[in-house]
Structures are given as C-alpha cells and as structure tokens.
C-alpha cells in the first residue's frame, strides 16, 4: 500500500455521470465482501475470528498462490480462495509456477478456482509493500502464465496498481507491451482481463475520483477495490469513511467485490490504529464487526475494551458448526 491523498476536485467528480451523492445510512448486508489476510504466527489465534458465523466474507485473498492452510478445507462455494501472482518470476517467459500452481489447485486438488489477482502495487516501491516491477516483465509473464489460465474459464483482474497517478501511466504500458507480444504481423491483439483492481488510500472524494478515472479508462469493465482504507486519521472519519464507502460500492453494480485493508490488529497497523479491524488486544473493532455484517462492538480500536476476547476453541465450534454440512472440514 502507499498512503495516498490526492484528489481530483469536485469538478471532475461533477463531470462524471456515475457519481452519486453517497447516502448517510450505516452498512449494510453485502455479497461483495472479502478478506485480505495475512496470518500472522504471533496471533494465530485471529485466524477464526474472520470465518466466524454470522459474516458477510464470501472471499478471500492472501497474497499468494495457495490457499491459506487454515482456511484450506473451506469450500470455494462458501469462502473462495483468489489466488494471486504477487510479482516476478525469474523468468518470466518460461517459468511457469504461478500456471503450475492455480491449474494444479484446479485439476489436481478439484478446488474451483474462478478468479485470479495479478502482480500486487507493481508501480511502487518495495519498501512500501510493491511489486516494483517493470511493464514489459510484467507483460511477458502475463502472456506465459495468466493467458493459458483464462483458457481454462479462469476470470482474471488486471495488475493491481498504487492510488497514486503512476498506476495509469504503467497499466496503460503494460497493456501496450502485452499486445505487442501476441499480435502478429498479420494481426492486431489486445490483452484482455474481466475486471479492474483498484486500491486507494485517502478520503472518500477522492477514491470516487480515482474509480472515475479508471472506469474512463477501461469502460465496460467491474472493478474490485482490494485494498482501501483512510489511513490515519481520527476514529469518527475513519468509521464515516468505512460507512461512506461500504455503501457507496455495495450500490453500484459495477463494483464487483471489495476487501478493506484493515484485518490486523490495530499495534501493527501500518494504515494508523484507527483503520485496523481488530483492537490491540484482538477484538473486532466497530468497522471490523460492521464490516462482517454485525452490529458494532463499541471496542475503541487503540485501547481495546472489555469486552470478553474469544478463545481459538470457542470459534474452531463455531467453525465445525457451520461446515458441519459438508465433509470438508478436517482440523
Ligand atoms: C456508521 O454506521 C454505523 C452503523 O449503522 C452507525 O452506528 C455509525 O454511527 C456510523 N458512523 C458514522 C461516523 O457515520
Ligand atoms: C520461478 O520464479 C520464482 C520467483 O523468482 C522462483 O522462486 C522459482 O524457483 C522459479 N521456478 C522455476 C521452476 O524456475
Ligand atoms: C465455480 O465458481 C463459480 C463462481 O464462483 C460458479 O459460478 C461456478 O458455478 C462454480 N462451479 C462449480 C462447478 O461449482
Ligand atoms: C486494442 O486496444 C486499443 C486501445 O484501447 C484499441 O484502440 C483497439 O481497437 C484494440 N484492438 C482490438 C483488436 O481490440
Ligand atoms: C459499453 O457498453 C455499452 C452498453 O452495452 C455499449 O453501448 C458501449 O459501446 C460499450 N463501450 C465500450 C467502449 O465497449
């Protein structure tokens, strides 16, 4: 991620005949809902906490090509796992283990992977979490490795790329280096892909903005904002923030699914403490349980609150009971 803070102004907002006015009403129940997580092995324990019934999560991502072992026995059909191709490949037109993986996940292992992430912030620095890499790379592996996925019926997203303005300029050479690697002399082709990552790190006008500018730029196309949040800030504009959005993506068809970048607690939080789903001490923070589908817990996201924390057997109950249906489940 890299915090970001520009915007375009009210005027080009105006201009855009999608933008509408975001109503004040709290969240709502989604279907469009996801988990980006990373388990951390210091607290294992928070691993349930977002498998816990009742959640609004129907997806999730963790950066990585397999799924994560603890969510590895959940149904796609329930939880599905996106895998991701984070960045480079050493070589990036013959190696082939991003393909090897997913098709193995799929013929091998019987597990429907539908969609597929490509290359995580390649337009920005590794010291802020990029994949710093270049367009034409990029393009290569895309022609070896993501080109014969969506011959299997695989839906991809285009690279996910910074808030910041550098992310157009890539993707638009990007998908210049890409067409000129499979046209022909005969032949003009275009690289194609299903829907449009965006991440955004700013206030709401500003993200509205920014999906403006890529919804021009690639028309017709659904987005998936998978990674957003207002990064440092108060508690009150944090929380209006995450209600603004929540309600602004759930109402507009053209946005896909969605996945806040919030799923830590909030002392290792690199978006500030206020933006974490989970407090200090692991409790679901008012944002995390909303963004679950459930009424706030009222646990101040700094300083926790006393409220009862839930042990790893408590939840692992819950899990068994709510995949008790299928025989699937083996922890
Ligand atoms: C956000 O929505 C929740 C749930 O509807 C509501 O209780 C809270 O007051 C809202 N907060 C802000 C700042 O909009
Ligand atoms: C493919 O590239 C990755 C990342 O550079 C590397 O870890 C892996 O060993 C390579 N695989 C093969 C089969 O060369
Ligand atoms: C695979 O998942 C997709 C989308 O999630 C769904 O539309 C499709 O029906 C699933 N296929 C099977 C065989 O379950
Ligand atoms: C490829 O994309 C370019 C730029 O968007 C467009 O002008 C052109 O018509 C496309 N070509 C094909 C064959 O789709
Ligand atoms: C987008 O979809 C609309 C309605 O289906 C169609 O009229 C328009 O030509 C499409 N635009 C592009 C650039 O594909």
Redesign the pocket.
């Known amino acids: 991620m890299i915090p970001q803070r520009t915007t375009l102004g009210a005027a080009f907002l105006a201009a855009l005949p999608f933008f509408v006015a975001p109503a004040t009403a709290g969240p709502l129940a989604s279907s469009k809902r996801g988990l980006v997580y990373v388990p951390n092995d210091k607290t294992r324990g928070d691993d349930s906490i977002w498998v816990q019934q009742p959640s609004d999560l129907t997806w999730y991502y963790n950066y990585k090509d397999v799924p994560s072992p603890v969510y590895e026995n959940l149904p796609q059909s329930k939880f599905e796992f996106v895998p991701m191709l984070w ?5 990036p037109t ?4 991003f393909y090897n993986k997913v098709a193995g996940l799929i013929n091998d292992n019987g597990i429907n992977i539908s969609h597929v992430l490509t290359f995580n912030e390649p337009d920005g620095p590794s010291y802020y979490g990029g994949s710093d890499m270049n367009s034409q790379t990029a393009a290569e592996i895309w022609v070896s490795n993501i080109i014969p996925l969506q011959k299997l019926g695989v839906r991809v997203g285009l690279p996910a790329c910074t808030g910041a303005p550098s992310g157009l300029t890539w993707l638009k050479d990007f998908l210049g280096h890409c067409s000129k690697l499979i046209s022909t002399d005969k032949e003009t082709k275009n690289c194609t892909y299903d829907f449009v990552p965006i991440h955004w790190y700013g206030n709401f006008d500003g993200l509205a903005s920014h999906m403006g500018e890529y919804a021009a730029e690639f028309p017709n196309k659904t987005m998936w904002i998978t990674e957003y949040n207002l990064a440092n800030e108060e508690l009150e504009p944090t929380q209006a923030f995450y209600n603004i959005s929540a309600e602004y993506f759930d109402r507009l068809p053209w946005v896909e699914r969605y996945s806040l970048f919030g799923s830590f607690r909030s002392s290792v939080s690199n978006v500030g403490a206020n933006a974490a789903m989970l407090s200090a001490g692991g409790q679901l923070t008012d944002i995390g349980a909303w963004y679950l589908g459930r009424p706030g817990t009222g646990v101040n996201p700094k300083t926790g609150a006393a409220l009862p924390s839930v042990t790893p057997q408590a939840t692992l109950a819950l899990l068994a009971a709510l995949f008790a249906t299928t025989s699937l489940l083996s922890f």
């Not at 013959?94 to 283990?97: A, L, V």
């Open positions: 960045g480079g490949l050493d070589n013959t190696n082939m283990t």
